[in-house]
């Protein structure tokens, strides 16, 4: 599907104008990217995998983000029957208390990465079966790819 | 006289069956690095797998916000120290797309060549392990010694056998060596008598395939929902080769069979990798009489600034499906960078496929899924 296509098909999904819609845009990026709200996230990751015209079934890439004010998830998305290629963002509302819904029941894979974004942005992924450090020890303190971290020891970066 | 056999005094229902934990690794040989895993077993079945990572966790996406871009690559070959040249040559790719660089013809085939060098040096590594942890002390230096020479080729051109950083944003470090050609030429019959050979020591040794097949199947939907990529992937039938559906550097321009297989056991994964190096001999043989003159650089300016935005690039490393994604908010250092290692969530099915079985069959499916620790802990 061309580019063009996906933004309508989605579109379409979210035909009611009061409701938010997934804001698009192809600048600065290779893919075409749709920006969401974390109250949409779950309902369009749904519609994005489960639809058989995009059926987007393989989530390559999930990045963590600190935007500054907020902090952000960025999915890669790619359908192995289309070969079509996607791109979702999503920010969290606050950096206190960041919490986005979790699409590992969606792709197993999102699993560890959720975790991984857990340990170094401090994203709670709700509905997440076993949200822990992947890589960090329990007791680390503080959340070390956020652009705020005090790193008083100088171990994370030389 | 009769001898009194003693009625043993505990009965059979004693003996309760019990769930217990054991420490797999971190310094396990079967785990090839340091990984730890949390087994629960129950006798010698597997009841649970739990990867435990983080023990080489070195931060390097941290440590590339404060470098610069040509310091980044540098950075990428500590990931999979078996690809990378391949790692080296993706954020490469990702800063000259982003740049709008057009590098020269040559070092296009000299990257792709060098790449199925890599790619052929890490499949006989890991052919020489994936005996040795089964029990086939031989494979190990088969395996080793023709890697050898790819390392000689290596260290001639790059001035290095593991850790290359032959690759800069706008072409290659230094031209290649005058003997290049003549020593990679050597290689290929030299290599192609030795498969064979890797055949009848291992693959149709009844041992080796009882130890394999039927062990660890991981079906196509769960490959794709995992994320697998790489051997592991396409020895479940699926079709995931960057290299076929995103060609880069001069891939598009060969032609070569993309390794299937259906059944998705240890085995299948070994029997993709064989091909796999039959396949890269044929690449590296269509290349490497016809590497175009020319420059082996286009210049750069000494300070590297990308413009504003996202970038992705995916190249097939050994493992799998390795991804490169800056965001650039147009200064020096990139905002963030973000590696897609294909080991992390290739280890995420080892739990899915291995709960059920024995703990041998645990390090057969572990070899064939050819982990490297640095490239999951990042």
Same mark, same amino acid.
């Given at each position: ?158 | ?32 690095? /340091?990984?730890?895993? @949390?087994?629960?077993?129950?006798? $010698?079945?597997? #009841?649970?797998?739990?990867?435990? +990572? !983080? ?39 990702? /800063?000259?797309?982003? @740049?709008?660089?057009?590098?020269? $013809?040559?070092? #296009?085939?000299?990257?792709?060549? +060098? !790449? ?263």
């Amino acid at each position: 599907m061309t580019n063009e296509a996906l933004q309508q098909t989605i579109l379409s999904w979210f035909p009611d104008p009061e409701f938010t819609q997934p804001q698009f845009s192809e600048e600065g990026s290779q893919y075409l990217t749709v920006n969401t709200e974390p109250e949409q996230l779950h309902e369009l990751m749904q519609l994005l995998k489960n639809n058989p015209e995009t059926h987007f079934d393989y989530l390559f890439c999930l990045t963590g983000v600190d935007y500054g004010k907020e902090l952000g998830v960025v999915y890669h998305l790619e359908s192995t029957v289309h070969r079509h290629m996607l791109v979702v963002k999503v920010q969290t509302e606050e950096r206190e208390n960041p919490v986005l819904e979790s699409v590992q029941d969606l792709w197993a894979t999102a699993n560890y990465h959720e975790r991984e974004v857990y340990d170094f942005f401090g994203i709670i992924f709700r509905n997440h079966p076993n949200l822990k450090r992947l890589f960090l020890t329990e007791d680390w303190e503080g959340y070390p790819l956020r652009k705020d971290y005090v790193d008083e020891m100088n171990m994370v970066v030389k | 006289m009769e001898t009194a056999i003693k009625e043993p005094t505990t009965s059979k229902s004693n003996f309760k069956s019990e769930e217990y934990f054991i420490n797999m690794g971190p310094q396990h040989p079967a785990t090839h690095g /340091v990984l730890r895993l @949390l087994l629960t077993i129950d006798g $010698e079945i597997i #009841k649970k797998v739990d990867p435990d +990572l !983080g023990y080489i966790h070195r931060s390097i996406e941290k440590m590339c916000e404060k470098n610069s871009y040509q310091q980044i690559v540098h950075l990428t070959d500590r990931l999979d120290y078996l690809s990378s040249h391949i790692n080296n040559e993706a954020v490469c790719l990702c /800063v000259e797309n982003a @740049l709008e660089l057009e590098v020269p $013809e040559r070092v #296009k085939v000299i990257r792709t060549i +060098l !790449g199925e060098l890599t790619r052929i040096a890490s499949h006989t590594l890991w052919w020489g392990v994936m005996g040795m942890d089964v029990g086939a002390l031989t494979s190990y230096f088969y395996g080793f010694r023709d890697r050898e020479m790819i390392n000689d080729i290596f260290e001639e051109t790059c001035g290095a056998r593991l850790t290359m950083n032959y690759n800069i944003p706008g072409g290659l470090m230094q031209d290649i060596h005058p003997n290049f050609v003549k020593r990679v030429k050597e290689f290929i019959p030299h290599f192609r008598s030795k498969l064979p050979e890797y055949d009848r020591l291992l693959t149709g040794n009844i041992i080796f395939q009882k130890r394999t097949k039927g062990v660890g199947i991981l079906t196509k939907e769960d490959a794709i929902n995992f994320g697998a990529s790489g051997p592991v992937a396409r020895a479940s039938g699926y079709s995931c080769d960057v290299r076929k559906h995103h060609p880069y550097s001069a891939l598009d321009r060969v032609n070569f069979t993309e390794a299937l297989d259906t059944t998705g056991d240890s085995f299948a994964r070994y029997q993709v990798r064989i091909a796999e190096m039959w396949e890269s001999l044929n690449i590296i043989e269509q290349l490497i009489d016809n590497i175009p003159e020319g420059d082996f650089k286009v210049a750069t300016n000494a300070v590297i600034k990308l413009p504003k935005g996202d970038f992705y690039q995916k190249v097939e490393t050994a493992r799998g499906e390795f991804g490169v994604y800056i965001i650039s908010t147009g200064t020096k250092n990139p905002y963030r960078v973000k590696f897609r290692s294909p080991g992390l969530s290739n280890l995420s099915l080892l739990n899915h496929i291995t709960v059920g079985g024995k703990i041998g069959d645990l390090v057969a499916t572990m070899a064939t899924i050819d982990i490297v620790v640095p490239d999951i802990d990042r």
